[in-house]
């Protein structure tokens, strides 16, 4: 039987060097909700994004994904069972076309299964499917960022991870990013969302969880009551 959660962080302990950032972190994602992860700087955010995509090996607990898990796989082994990680500020290759980007991000698939993926994912971004034929150093940075996105939806994800999509996009481009994912949700895709946009993400998303200085302060639903009280008081309370 299929597993209630797809993504399922137990005990999780994950840092730098000697330096652990990560304590005893569970987190889990449903299929087809949005959760949004909350926190101050420096909490532990991105950290833990990353060692949920397999870009930081964990120390202690575990991933599961589907029921399977992740541990000691690579971001690769991850977007291909499913867990696609799109990182903001990751470069496209501005002297190739928008279409040559997309069809990197789908090397592993068959052409024709390409095509039909980078089809379906520029539908979600009118702006950059006019100029598919184009470098994608015409690009505006924002809609470089949008291609990114893009990129991440050829690999066709059941869970995107969306770390800080706002950042240095314009009101217009956010917008879109947070409709995409109310899309991908319809759809059925599950996404985890790395958001300093506190309001619009809480509208957004199903759940949340907030974080400080490393670990898991607060988990809730975004339609419970009283809900900002109860986020500052994490945000503030801790130690
Ligand atoms: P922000 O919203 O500012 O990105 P965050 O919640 O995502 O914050 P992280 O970026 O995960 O927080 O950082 C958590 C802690 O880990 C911070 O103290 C940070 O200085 C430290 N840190 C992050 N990346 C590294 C790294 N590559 N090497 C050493 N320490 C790091």
């Known amino acids: 039987s299929a597993p209630e959660n797809l993504l399922q962080a137990q005990g999780l302990e994950a840092g730098y060097g000697k330096i652990r950032i ?85 090397y592993d698939v068959r052409k024709h299964e390409r095509e039909e993926r980078i089809r ?7 702006e950059i499917e006019e100029k598919r ?4 150093g015409a690009l505006s940075g924002g809609q470089q960022q949008m291609l990114v996105v893009a990129q991440g939806l050829v690999k066709r994800p059941r869970l995107l991870i969306l770390d800080e999509p706002s950042a240095g996009l314009s009101p217009v ?35 949340l969880y907030a974080m400080a200085h490393g670990e898991i302060v607060l988990q809730a639903d975004t339609k419970e009551p009283d809900l900002q009280r109860r986020l500052e008081e994490a945000y503030f309370g801790q130690h």
């Open 173 to 207: 481009l956010v917008d879109r990013v947070f409709e995409v994912a109310a899309r991908l949700r319809d759809g059925g895709t599950s996404v985890l969302l790395v958001e300093q946009l506190v309001e619009k993400a809480l509208a957004l998303a199903d759940r």
């Open 22 to 106: 990560l304590h005893n972190v569970d987190l889990a994602v449903r299929p087809g909700e949005i959760v949004a992860l909350l926190g101050p700087n420096g909490a532990g955010k991105s950290t833990l994004m990353r060692a949920l995509s397999g870009l930081l090996p964990w120390t202690a607990g575990d991933v599961l994904f589907d029921g399977k898990s992740l541990r000691g796989g690579t971001p690769r082994d991850a977007a291909q069972a499913g867990l696609v990680h799109v990182i903001e500020g990751h470069h496209v290759f501005t002297q190739l076309s928008v279409q040559d980007n997309l069809s990197l991000a789908g």
């Open 120 to 126: 379906d994912a520029l539908a979600f971004f009118p």
């Open 133 to 136: 034929h184009e470098r994608a």
